[in-house]
Nanobody, 123 residues
Framework: VQLAESGGGLVQAGGSLRLSCAAS????????MGWFRQAPGKEREFVAA????????SYADSVKGRFTISRDNAKNMVYLQMNNLKPEDTAVYYC?????????????????WGQGTQVTVSS
C-alpha cells in the first residue's frame, strides 16, 4: 500500500489549502482513511477521519468548522479542505489508511502512512 500526500505549502493566516492523498495497492473503498499532523517538538495528532463509504466522519475539536475531509472512491483519493487557517495549524500533515472500514481504527495498529506534506501558516 502506498499513500502520497500533496497540496501543502505556505499560506497566510485566514487562507485555505486543499491537501490530497493518492492511495494505491489495495481496494481503496474497503478502508477508512484519515489525516494526522505533527508540529515541531510535538507528538502526531489526529485531525480528521472518514469511513469507507464517506458517511461516517470525525474531526478533532481544534479543526471543526474549518476543515473538511472527503473521499472519492472512484479515484482512490482522500482530501482535506482547510479553511481559515491559523498559525497553530502549521505542521507536517500525514495521510493514514486503516485496516478497517471504520473510523475508530484510523491511526491505530496496522495503519499505513504517507510521507507527509508540510503546511506552514504565517501570521
Amino acid at each position: 500500500v502506498q499513500l502520497a500526500e500533496s497540496g501543502g505549502g505556505l499560506v497566510q493566516a485566514g487562507g485555505s489549502l486543499r491537501l490530497s492523498c493518492a492511495a494505491s495497492g489495495r481496494t481503496f473503498s474497503n478502508y477508512a482513511m484519515g489525516w494526522f499532523r505533527q508540529a515541531p517538538g510535538k507528538e502526531r495528532e489526529f485531525v480528521a477521519a472518514i469511513g469507507w463509504s464517506g458517511v461516517t466522519i470525525s474531526y478533532a475539536d481544534s479543526v471543526k468548522g474549518r476543515f473538511t475531509i472527503s473521499r472519492d472512491n472512484a479515484k482512490n483519493m482522500v482530501y482535506l479542505q482547510m479553511n481559515n487557517l491559523k498559525p497553530e495549524d502549521t505542521a507536517v500533515y500525514y495521510c493514514a489508511s486503516a485496516f478497517s472500514r471504520y473510523t475508530d481504527y484510523v491511526g491505530g495498529a496496522n495503519n499505513y502512512w504517507g510521507q507527509g506534506t508540510q503546511v506552514t501558516v504565517s501570521s
